[in-house]
């Protein structure tokens, strides 16, 4: 498997495997597909890798910015990440986890915070962090991750595609 940076011509099939992916899902509300859209023509996605195995995108990951409203700088948003339900439960998902969290140390990121699922995004240094709150879902779903300097305090905004 290839982790690599999306293409031009990889955007039908991230959305196609982005659709894929979360149909069904009980947490989702069908605009995965319109998120990574409006983050790649707003000129929002700070990191999109695809894992490609023998020539074919079989996974998806988008990596954006965000605001906190205590000021501080250099965080981003990991999500949606998708990959196709025949490949799920296979490591592409691990494989684009560690791989987009690799881009944003190397850009110096100070933090990436996401929703999901506690249980799996936990394996990866994600939880929960008293102070740093995404009004909305539950509680224990948003969760972040420090790469370097202080946690920040403060209610997290994720870019207007995301709306």
Not at 1 to 21: G, N
Not at 27 to 41: C, H, N, T, Y
Not at 100 to 106: D, F, I, K, P, V
């Amino acid at each position: 498997m290839l982790i690599r940076p999306e293409s031009a011509a990889d955007t039908d099939a991230i959305h196609a495997i982005t659709e894929h992916a979360f149909r069904g899902h009980p947490f989702s509300d069908g605009s995965e597909p319109r998120i990574v859209r409006g983050l790649r023509a707003a000129g929002a996605l700070s990191v999109s890798l695809v894992a490609e195995e023998d020539g074919v995108v079989v996974g998806h990951v988008a990596v954006s910015p965000v605001s906190i409203s205590d000021g501080s700088p250099g965080w981003f948003g990991l999500g949606p990440i998708s990959v196709l339900p025949a490949r799920q439960r296979q490591g592409v998902g691990s494989a684009l986890m560690h791989a987009a969290l690799e881009r944003l140390r190397s850009q110096g990121a100070a933090g990436c915070v996401l929703l999901g699922d506690p249980a799996y995004y936990g394996r990866f240094g994600f939880a929960a962090r008293p102070g740093l709150v995404y009004p909305g879902p539950p509680v224990d779903h948003f969760m972040a991750l420090p790469l370097g300097g202080a946690l920040p305090q403060g209610v997290v905004r994720y870019h207007a595609a995301f709306r």
